[in-house]
């Protein structure tokens, strides 16, 4: 049964009560999260171990790959562990909260990946400990995609290797995952239109982020993926 169609189901119970039951799940969800989300490997590895913000050099953007570019070395794959187990978590925490509600609707652990997913984004995209100034989603949206369902993540994970190596542009793979990202919950988890407005905003939040690199591929001034230090844009 559809997200929609469910809750006007409960109208009997009274929206304001029905409003209410979800809020005492969702919001619980969005904040561990957020602040889950917030745990941004890059920064904090930079800043607080290397004693020297990732975000003041090369794009200044506190993602992967810029920390790769000007960092490099073993400490890289510390940064991909916080990333990838702080999406882990957000998802996982937001399942469990949404069980609450009972384990006969099929749709609601679906619903709970996507909502915890989307505010662990905004976690790491605009982390409020570190100034609002986040990496922008590539690592975290992945792993949130396999959370979600095993084709979404083929789909997207698939094309942004294959455009990265083909290409050697990190941001075109990325702006593939990010488009990609609702079609694929459509092709592969479903029509609900609740879902797919939060799919929407999932992969527009990582589009928006990338809005930079766009225009620099589109003029031919974006920079490639090197295994060497420079200066260059950042991706994720």
């Not at 000007?70 to 999406?87: N, Y």
Request: net charge positive.
């Amino acid at each position: 049964m559809p997200i929609i169609s469910y809750l006007c189901s409960l109208t009997a119970l009274g929206l304001k009560s029905v409003l209410i039951v979800f809020a005492m799940v969702a919001v619980p969800t969005a904040l561990a999260a957020y602040f889950l989300g917030c745990s941004n490997g890059a920064v904090i590895i930079s800043k607080y171990i290397l004693r020297d913000d990732v975000r003041t050099h090369g794009s200044g953007n506190a993602g992967l790959t810029n920390f790769f570019r000007t960092f490099g070395g073993p400490l890289t794959l510390v940064v991909i562990l916080i990333d990838v187990l702080k999406a882990v978590l957000a998802v996982w925490i937001g399942v469990a909260i949404f069980g609450v509600l009972g384990s006969n609707l099929e749709w609601l652990p679906v619903l709970a990946k996507y909502w915890a997913g989307l505010f662990c984004l905004l976690g790491h995209m605009f982390p409020c400990m570190f100034g609002f100034k986040g990496g922008k989603g590539i690592l975290s949206g992945g792993t949130i995609a396999i959370m979600i369902d095993w084709r979404l993540a083929l789909l997207v994970w698939g094309g942004f290797l294959l455009l990265t190596v083909l290409t050697r542009y990190v941001s075109l793979g990325s702006v593939y995952a990010a488009a990609f990202f609702p079609v694929g919950t459509w092709l592969f988890v479903g029509h609900d239109p609740v879902i797919m407005v939060l799919s929407v905003l999932l992969g527009g939040l990582i589009l928006w982020k990338h809005r930079g690199n766009i225009q620099r591929l589109l003029k031919g001034e974006e920079s490639k993926l090197s295994f060497h230090k420079k200066k260059g844009d950042s991706s994720t």
